[in-house]
C-alpha cells in the first residue's frame, strides 16, 4: 500500500499534534475531527506495519 503523506492531514499542522516521552505523536486539542480522522487511519496501517515487519511497504 502506498499512501501519499497528503492522506495524513493531521500532520498538516504542528499545533495539531505533539509527541510524548517514547516519542510517538498524539493529537492536541486543536485538531479538527479531520485530523483525527486521518490519525486514526494512520494508526491503523501502522500498526499493520508492525504486525507484518517482512512485507515492504
Known amino acids: ?8 492531514i493531521w500532520k498538516n499542522n504542528p499545533e495539531w499534534y505533539d509527541y510524548d516521552e517514547n516519542d510517538e505523536p498524539y493529537l492536541t486539542d486543536k485538531a479538527p475531527e479531520e485530523a483525527k480522522e486521518s490519525f486514526e487511519i494512520w494508526k491503523e496501517i501502522e500498526k499493520i506495519r508492525a504486525e507484518h515487519p517482512e512485507r515492504m511497504y
Do not use: L, S
Open 1 to 8: 500500500m502506498i499512501c501519499e503523506p497528503r492522506m495524513f
